[in-house]
Nanobody, 115 residues
Framework: QVQLVESGGGLVQAGGSLRLSCAAS????????MGWYRQAPGKQRELVAR???????NYADSVKGRFTISRDNAKNTVYLQMNSLKPEDTAVYYC?????????WGQGTQVTVSS
């Protein structure tokens, strides 16, 4: 089992910034991918960004150039720096951990961007 604890969501005005954090604990394998997904009301959950333990990253086109994902392997923590936020970024953001056999989700943190 892997436990994911997220923090850093909140309310921000358009153009502002937020930083999300997700700390993983439990049975963490050396080869894993951690990432952030989001789900807006009435929409499907979608990938925002993900990062391998080695530092390779993928981003949704909608956030490229505005969001940056990073991780601290020593702390088993992944971060999402969100800049130039837009109202359409409003969603519940979920941390995700995947290794060769398991897939775990955090409880989600609300991000609301006001216009």
């Amino acid at each position: 089992q892997v436990q994911l604890v997220e923090s850093g969501g909140g309310l921000v005005q358009a153009g502002g910034s937020l930083r999300l954090s997700c700390a993983a604990s439990g049975s963490i394998f050396s080869i894993n991918v951690m990432g952030w997904y989001r789900q807006a009301p009435g929409k499907q959950r979608e990938l925002v960004a993900r990062i391998t333990r080695g530092g390779s990253t993928n981003y949704a086109d909608s956030v490229k150039g505005r969001f940056t994902i990073s991780r601290d392997n020593a702390k088993n923590t992944v971060y999402l720096q969100m800049n130039s936020l837009k109202p359409e970024d409003t969603a519940v953001y979920y941390c995700n951990y995947v290794d060769y056999s398991d897939n775990f989700w955090g409880q989600g943190t609300q991000v609301t961007v006001s216009s």
